[in-house]
Structures are given as C-alpha cells and as structure tokens.
C-alpha cells in the first residue's frame, strides 16, 4: 500500500517518514538545552501552566524520587551537592528562554517525472540506454544524480533499473 501511495504522490519513505526526529546530544550545555526544551515544550504549547504542573515530562523524576530515570548526569552539572543541585536545576527550569533543538532540515524531492527529464537534458533519454552505457560512464552520471540533495538511491534504482546496492557503492 505504501508503494502505491508513494508513486501516486509522487512521495518517497514510509507514510510518516519525517515525523519523528533525533539528534545526538555531545556536549552538557546542550545537554541542560535539550533538558530544558523538553521540560518546556508543554508549557510552551500551553498546555501546562509551568513546568512543574506538567504530567507529561519527567520533571517529577528530578523534583522527587527517581524512579526510571538516571538524574546524577543531570544534576552533576549543576553541583556536586545534591540539595544545591535540585535548587539550581528547578531554577534553570523556569528560565524563559528561545531554546531550539531538533534542527528542522526541510527535504526536498523532486519527482519521478522530474528526474526522467533530468537524465534526459544530460543525454540518457532512457533507463535501458544508461545500463548499456560502459561502467565508468554510467557511474559517473549515477554519481552526478546521487549528488543532488533531492534525489533518493531508492528513486535513482526505480527508475534507472540499476540496483540499490549497485547505486550505494558508487562513490
């Protein structure tokens, strides 16, 4: 059903690709960032007068007993003293801030359509003369189109015939 989907959309993915974002996490400011932001985004979206009133973050994980979740990474840096700690954290909590996480990369593709009309201004009129072509050629125009951000290798293999695997490995 999703490739159905996808061809007559002229889509790409899972039918919720996108939805779910993640990101790695390497420094502790962006770390006690990403702490905040979460705590945060509820009140935010107004859905919790502040972030101690929420029930749907692990703010009461911090604030009393932790159950689930390692809260020294968390608090060690704030202060070695555990009462200071939860003091300097609960405070940081409320900070009113701009805090940003996730970056949001919009992912432009083009269409089916769109890179059949490529491959044939840069003369392959079609997917059967591309894989007549010698290796080096034919790796070099696969190469140009894996190039540009819009193209996907799993597109690239729909509609030039040439295998994923084939399409991955050239570099």
């Known amino acids: 059903m999703f490739f159905w989907y996808n061809n007559k959309y002229e889509r790409c993915g899972h039918l919720f690709q996108e939805r779910f974002k993640s990101e790695n996490v390497e420094t502790a400011r962006y770390f006690l960032t990403v702490l905040r932001y979460i705590h945060q985004n509820p009140v935010k979206a107004g859905l919790a007068a502040n972030v101690f009133q929420c029930k749907w973050t692990s703010i009461d994980e911090y604030l009393q007993q932790s159950n689930f979740i390692d809260t020294d990474l968390g ?4 202060s070695p003293d555990r009462s200071k ?4 954290f609960a405070e940081y909590m409320q900070v009113t801030n701009d805090d940003e996480c996730l ?9 089916d359509s769109e890179l059949k009309n ?14 007549q072509m010698k290796k080096e050629e034919r790796n070099a125009i696969l190469l140009e189109l894996k190039g540009l951000n819009a193209v996907t290798i799993r597109q690239l293999a729909r509609i030039t015939g040439i295998s994923n695997s084939v399409i991955d490995r050239i570099r």
Do not use: C, M, Y
């Not at 490529?118 to 894989?131: A, E």
């Open 118 to 131: 490529h491959l044939v201004k840069i003369g392959v009129p079609d997917s059967s003369t591309l894989q």
């Open 103 to 111: 970056e949001d990369h919009v992912r432009v593709r083009i269409s």
């Open 85 to 88: 700690a939860i003091k300097l």
């Open 75 to 78: 608090f060690n840096l704030f």
